[in-house]
């Protein structure tokens, strides 16, 4: 399990930095962490019921809460605040942003959602 050393929170991009012992570093923006929460909301009940979050190009996070000494919990601006991100599922979406953020956008154009362009 990779626990972060260092956790930074850059709220004028609205990205999450995470960097770990060995140098590795994931910068995770706010809107993929709410979009890949591993709440109910979002995950749905089961494989396959994954619920697609739209507009949330904007989503910030507005508090970072540890949950024991094996995750955070995320308070979003759009008031989501009930997934539990231990720190293997951190990593997991930190290693796997490119893959997880290019079948974001595709379940998007799938749904006929046009994303926002956001500075």
């Given amino acids: 399990m990779q626990k972060p050393t260092n956790i930074n929170l850059h709220q004028k991009t609205r990205v999450l ?60 601006d759009d008031k989501h605040d009930t997934g539990i991100y231990t720190w293997e599922y951190l990593y997991e979406l930190g290693e796997k942003y490119e893959e997880k953020w290019q079948d974001y956008l595709d379940r998007l154009k799938q749904a006929d959602h046009e994303r926002r362009n956001i500075t």
């Fill in 17 to 76: 930095e995470m960097e770990y012992e060995d140098g590795t570093v994931h910068k995770l923006p706010c809107e993929y962490l709410r979009v890949y929460s591993p709440s109910a909301e979002v995950t749905g009940h089961g494989p396959g019921q994954e619920i697609l979050q739209l507009n949330k190009e904007e989503v910030t996070i507005e508090a970072i809460e540890p949950q024991g000494n094996y995750a955070l919990k995320f308070v979003f």
